[in-house]
């Protein structure tokens, strides 16, 4: 069987096994929200999107909105209009991060939920010191850890923390993993999934339609009201950042009407409870630890599962008629 062949079938039953959802579909309960949405056709006229604005470096075609070009030193972004108000939310954001560096290429690209919108600055052509949620899809890597780039990481700003670039914004994370999404000829995209604070990042980068975890954090404290944003820098480095679809679905979550009371509006941005989860594999390899399940290694668990239950069943059996034997031989 061909690898693809193989993977289509290893995929299809993971699916089935671990009831896994097809990253095309909306997630359950979700209701698109045109307000926060980018599709295609972005523009009827080429210079301005309904919802939307842009600047510096940002450009809008009929296929994608390119944030960067394939040259030094560009920035650009877009940014919702309309604050959010809504508590539990996903975002599905299809993206294609390409060049002609086979490894050599920055910086990435940043996805923003913050207070402030449209400020350009050196957090992947954002500003720092932002206040409210960072999600960076950084490809160069500026400090010295010992693994293989691109990484996907997450900080939540209050404002005043630093975004520390030179590593990478290892101070400050909440939690990253490593992923290969560059240069992929299949559609790449990031599912962002925030649901009573607690915020969930998970990836399909390797064109098997599901997806696979990378960032979960429980206890993350976002006010309502502010701004969606996506960015993208080059430095001496440089690649194409585009941007081809951006889905936000609003979360049907039951709440008591105490919870539903509540004013989200005010509090501070933070995160409470947990340390940093972090779902790197250090050995460099550029894959995941734990969170994602190969076709191998899935095999294995299947293989394990059905000889579990086959020793279950004959011990079963064997004690059973012990049992039936030693009845017998008291009546007797
Ligand atoms: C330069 C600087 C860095 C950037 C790299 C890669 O060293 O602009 O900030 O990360 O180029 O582009
Ligand atoms: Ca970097």
Request: with cysteine; proline share 4%.
């Amino acid at each position: 069987m061909g690898k693809a062949a193989y993977y289509f079938v290893i995929s299809i039953l993971a699916r089935a096994i671990f009831c896994q959802e097809s990253s095309r579909v909306p997630p359950e309960g979700g209701f698109l929200k045109r307000e926060y949405s980018l599709s295609k056709p972005y523009s009827g006229n080429g210079m301005t999107i309904p919802f939307w604005d842009f600047r510096d470096n940002a450009m809008i075609t009929n296929n994608f909105i390119s944030l960067t070009t394939n040259h030094q030193g560009q920035l650009g972004s877009v940014w919702s209009k309309i604050p959010c108000h809504l508590r539990d939310w996903e975002i599905h954001m299809q993206f294609k991060i390409f060049g002609g560096g086979r490894t050599l290429a920055a910086d990435g690209l940043a996805i923003w939920y913050t207070y402030s919108r449209l400020t350009p600055g050196p957090v992947f052509g954002s500003r720092d010191e932002f206040e409210g949620l960072g999600i960076f899809l950084d490809t160069y890597k500026n400090g010295d850890q010992p693994v293989t780039f691109p990484q996907i990481s997450a900080m939540v700003g209050n404002g005043s923390t630093k975004y520390d670039h030179m590593s990478d914004g290892q101070l400050n994370s909440i939690g990253s993993c490593l992923g290969s999404f560059r240069n992929k000829d299949y559609d790449t995209t990031i599912a962002i999934r925030y649901v009573r604070q607690r915020l969930t990042i998970k990836v399909d980068i390797d064109g098997q339609d599901t997806w696979r975890e990378c960032i979960d954090v429980p206890g993350v404290q976002l006010p309502t009201g502010y701004f969606f944003g996506v960015s993208a820098a080059t430095g001496d480095l440089a690649d194409n950042h585009h941007l081809i679809g951006f889905k936000f679905y609003e979360l049907d979550i039951t709440r008591t009407a105490e919870e539903e009371a509540e004013d989200w509006s005010t509090i501070k941005p933070g995160v409470f409870g947990k340390p940093p989860i972090d779902n790197r594999d250090d050995s460099g390899t550029g894959d995941y630890r734990n969170t994602s399940i190969s076709g191998f290694k899935l095999f294995l668990i299947i293989v394990c599962a059905l000889l579990g239950v086959g020793v279950c069943v004959v011990v079963g059996v064997v004690v059973f008629q012990k049992r039936q034997e030693q009845n017998r031989k008291r009546f007797y």
